[in-house]
């Protein structure tokens, strides 16, 4: 069976006249270029641990297939603001899946983009638990819901922002959750 034990967080940026060589270097950025990436949707594994990115990448072989949830946004326009951010919601008992999801978009701030990925991450996980909670409420308010809940135990987020470059450069920014099996 194909489930992680072990995931990191990483992002990256990238800027080159042309747009796969900016997302190469997005990925260099990352230190994530030298790995076979397939990406995968949104589950976090139950006893999946989190690791940091210095162990995570010690971990991968160049080459080696390597599963994560990424997600990336690029723009030529100069001084576009782009973002790429991931959530995580892990639940409270162990051997239960959280989620992971991806946001990219143009205009956000880091912190505004990595909250928005968080919160869907767990208004997601939050649905699957049978918490309710209003989703017309704000952020800080579905959060104390998850929180005292009891259910929901983490939550985090990654974003990468950058303007995009003058003179009709690629713009590239990634944010990924990598999985090591």
């Keep these: 069976m194909l489930v992680p034990r072990y995931m990191f967080f990483t992002k990256g940026l990238g800027f080159h006249k042309e747009k796969l060589a900016s997302f190469e270097l ?9 790995l076979n990436i397939v990406t995968v949707s949104s589950i976090f594994p139950p006893d999946c641990k989190i690791i940091d990115l210095d162990k995570g990448v ?3 072989q160049p080459g080696e297939v390597t599963f994560c ?11 576009r603001r782009v973002v790429a951010s991931i959530g995580l919601a892990i639940p409270s008992e162990a ?45 800080d308010e579905r959060s104390e819901v998850f929180k005292m809940s009891g259910k929901i135990v983490e939550s985090q987020h990654i974003s990468q922002a950058a303007l995009g470059a003058e003179g009709r450069v690629w713009t590239t920014v990634i944010a990924a959750a990598v999985f090591i099996l």
């Design 69 to 79: 949830v990424m997600a990336k946004e690029q723009s030529q326009e100069p001084g």
């Design 26 to 34: 997005a990925l260099r950025d990352a230190r994530i270029a030298h």
């Design 95 to 139: 051997d239960r899946y959280g989620y992971l999801s991806e946001h990219h978009g143009f205009g956000q701030t880091e912190v505004e983009a990595g909250e928005y990925a968080e919160d869907l991450a767990a208004s997601m996980l939050a649905t699957t638990l049978g918490i309710e909670f209003d989703p017309d409420k704000d952020y």
């Design 58 to 60: 010690g971990r991968l």
